[in-house]
Nanobody, 120 residues
Framework: QVQLQESGPGLVKPSQTLSLTCTVS??????????WTWIRQPPGKGLEWMGA???????DYSPSLKSRTSISRDTSKNQFTLQLTSVTPEDTAVYFC????????????WGQGTQVTVSS
């Protein structure tokens, strides 16, 4: 059974960098046709896809966040990481990591989500 677990600070100050890690168990992040994604949900709003890293390590980002977002991975630890720079209170959200199956484009496994609040 694949499991994803987000970790990182729950409080970040404005202008700082938000950094979250997703640890994957029960499957490898290098398995073919899988994409490892970050998705967030601000309070009272819908889900927002932020970006993804593929099984080969290539990345893709939401155009609206591309200038501030970086996704990387550590294959030795089976983890992938989100960095979001220059955060503002508008970046306050529940952040999810998820697996997207490239064969059908379903998000088939999700972490439980982690609340990140941007506040001084």
């Amino acid at each position: 059974q694949v499991q994803l677990q987000e970790s990182g600070p729950g409080l970040v100050k404005p202008s700082q960098t938000l950094s979250l890690t997703c640890t994957v168990s029960g499957g490898s992040i290098t398995t073919n046709t899988l994409y490892w994604t970050w998705i967030r949900q601000p309070p009272g709003k819908g889900l927002e896809w932020m970006g993804a890293i593929s099984d080969t390590g290539s990345t893709d980002y939401s155009p609206s966040l591309k200038s501030r977002t970086s996704i990387s991975r550590d294959t030795s630890k089976n983890q992938f990481t989100l960095q979001l720079t220059s955060v503002t209170p508008e970046d306050t959200a529940v952040y999810f990591c998820a697996r997207e199956d490239g064969s059908n484009w379903f998000f088939d496994y999700w972490g439980q989500g982690t609340q990140v609040t941007v506040s001084s």
